[in-house]
């Protein structure tokens, strides 16, 4: 079982930055793909952005491409997103999820191959 725990979010202005963190407990998180998505009032939950067990291989979703970027400290237990030229459209609350793989290469960007999921955490863009 893992559980985790998202943290970060925030308000901010049009253009401005933001870094998730995604805490998890247990042994073996080098064990999980990670992965961010968001879900905005309405809509379905997306998906965001995938990063390997080894950090070897990342995958983004088109519209944040060249702005979010992420990463992962395996000794920290911890994934992380930093999110740069946020736009209003970018409102949403932000999940992070583990998807437990035998590939340290594998990303994934389906809601139904993450085995958990953070609670989530808000981020508001004002434009």
């Known amino acids: 079982q893992v559980q985790l725990v998202e943290s970060g979010g925030g308000l901010v202005q049009a253009g401005g930055s933001l870094r998730l963190s995604c805490a998890a407990s247990g042994p073996t998180f080098s064990s999980y793909v990670m992965g961010w998505f968001r879900q905005a009032p309405g809509k379905e939950r997306e998906f965001v952005a995938s990063i390997s067990r080894n950090s070897g291989n990342t995958y983004y979703a088109d519209s944040v491409k060249g702005r979010f970027t992420i990463s992962r400290e395996n000794t920290k237990n911890t994934a992380y997103l930093q999110m740069n030229s946020l736009k209003p459209e970018d409102t949403a609350v932000y999940y992070c999820?583990?998807?437990?793989?035998?590939?340290?290469?594998?990303?994934?960007?389906?809601?139904?191959?993450?085995?958990?999921w953070g609670q989530g955490t808000q981020v508001t863009v004002s434009s």
């Open positions: 999820a583990a998807d437990l793989s035998y590939s340290s290469q594998a990303v994934a960007v389906l809601t139904y191959e993450y085995d958990y």
